[in-house]
């Protein structure tokens, strides 16, 4: 891992257009369905280079990524609470805000991508600290991340709430990515229980994962961290995706 190069696209903007090269494969079919992430993600590239981060090997291959937004929260919650609606509102927020020229407060991270080649090694908490570190030179004072558990998926029926709450021995919690953020000296803050909404109709939900979608009710999804709610009759599936908001001081 010591050979990797690591920078923001500002400094290396022939990578603009290469960031989707980095671990192509990182989320299930599904999860490529947000319709703000369709519109809006691709535009950070160009609008926000400096917090838009990729990690290549020394012949220049994308093995790594991670994705910020900027936005202002002090302007909608003066109390400084983080939205329900999570990751959409946030990218929702930080496009418009930059449309508006109103000036951002704060950072949230959007993704952080790895390789299947260079998982458990490091690199993901490597990203982390690199993306903390764009946001500080860019002059700003928190990080924030509405992250998604990595192991919630194994335990779909549980609340993210319950989930967040459950720690390891030495305190810790029992989700991977949550302890990468939290070593990283981020703090638990809230679930977002809403954070990014996949609908369509059960023919695309049959093509989106393989499963039949015969039946209403509850539809465990592999890589789903809660359940998928499927209606027969409508026509239509709805998964609605949980994160938990994490805060990073930078200062």
Same mark, same amino acid.
């Given at each position: 891992m010591d050979d990797l190069v690591l920078t923001t696209v500002a400094q290396r903007p022939e990578y603009a257009t290469r960031l989707g090269e980095a671990a192509a494969h990182a989320w299930p079919h599904f999860m490529m369905q947000d319709l703000v992430a369709e519109v809006l993600l691709g535009q950070l590239v160009t609008v926000f280079p400096e917090l838009q981060l990729i990690a290549t090997t020394a012949d220049g291959r994308p093995v790594a990524r991670a994705r910020a937004v900027p936005f202002a929260l002090a302007h909608r919650s003066p109390a400084g609470t983080l939205p329900a609606n999570g990751w959409d509102q946030v990218l929702i927020w930080g496009m418009r805000d930059h449309a508006d020229g109103r000036p951002a407060d704060r950072v949230s991270a959007l993704e952080i991508a790895i390789d299947d080649a260079y998982l458990g090694v490091g690199l993901s908490g490597r990203m982390l600290q690199a993306l903390r570190g764009a946001a500080l030179a860019a002059g700003f004072d928190e990080l924030v991340a509405p992250?998604? %558990?990595?192991?919630k998926h194994r335990h779909p029926r549980m609340p993210m709430s319950q989930y967040v709450a459950t720690t390891r021995a030495d305190g810790l919690p029992i989700d991977p990515w949550l302890r990468v953020h939290?070593?990283?000296?981020?703090?638990?803050?809230?679930?977002? %229980?809403?954070?990014?909404?996949?609908?369509?109709?059960?023919a695309e939900w049959r093509d989106w994962t393989g499963l039949p979608f015969a039946a209403s009710g509850s539809v465990e999804v592999p890589e789903a961290l809660v359940p998928v709610h499927c209606d027969l009759e409508q026509d239509h599936a709805v998964y609605v995706e949980p994160n938990v908001w994490v805060r990073h001081r930078l200062r």
């Open positions: 992250v998604r %558990p990595n192991h939290v070593r990283a000296g981020g703090v638990i803050d809230a679930v977002a %229980p809403a954070s990014m909404v996949f609908a369509g109709s059960l």
